[in-house]
């Protein structure tokens, strides 16, 4: 069982800069394939970008050149770097495991979440 816990959030002025990151507690962290999601405030959560356990990536079109997903499997640690941030991108932003997601960005494929991290970003 995987325990999450994200960090890195806070309030940026737009094109600015933030890096999140999440720290799993599991010893079979390796095992999951790993996702960002996150809930833009008074909307549904949406898929932001996914890692596979080889190593695979998807982003949504969003966020597509703007963010970057990463692992560490030796930390157990899952970073997205985001760049050139926008307004529309502020949300909660939340990790999640699961196993054989194929890297899709729907989150019923991933079992275990994160409490999450506010991201602001102002005009």
């Known amino acids: 069982q995987e325990q999450l816990v994200e960090s890195g959030g806070g309030s940026v002025q737009a094109g600015g800069s933030l890096r999140l990151s999440c720290a799993a507690s599991g010893n079979t962290y390796s095992a999951y394939d790993m996702g960002w999601f996150r809930q833009p405030p008074g909307k549904g959560r949406e898929g932001v970008a996914t890692i596979t356990t080889d190593g695979r990536t998807m982003y949504a079109d969003s966020v597509q050149g703007r963010f970057t997903i990463s692992r560490d499997n030796s930390k157990k640690l899952l970073n997205l770097q985001m760049d050139s941030l926008k307004p529309e991108d502020t949300a909660m932003y939340y990790c999640?495991?699961?196993?054989?997601?194929?890297?899709?960005?729907?989150?019923?494929?991933?079992?275990?979440w994160g409490q999450g991290t506010q991201v602001t970003v102002s005009s």
């Open positions: 999640a495991a699961g196993r054989g997601t194929f890297g899709l960005l729907l989150e019923s494929l991933y079992n275990y």
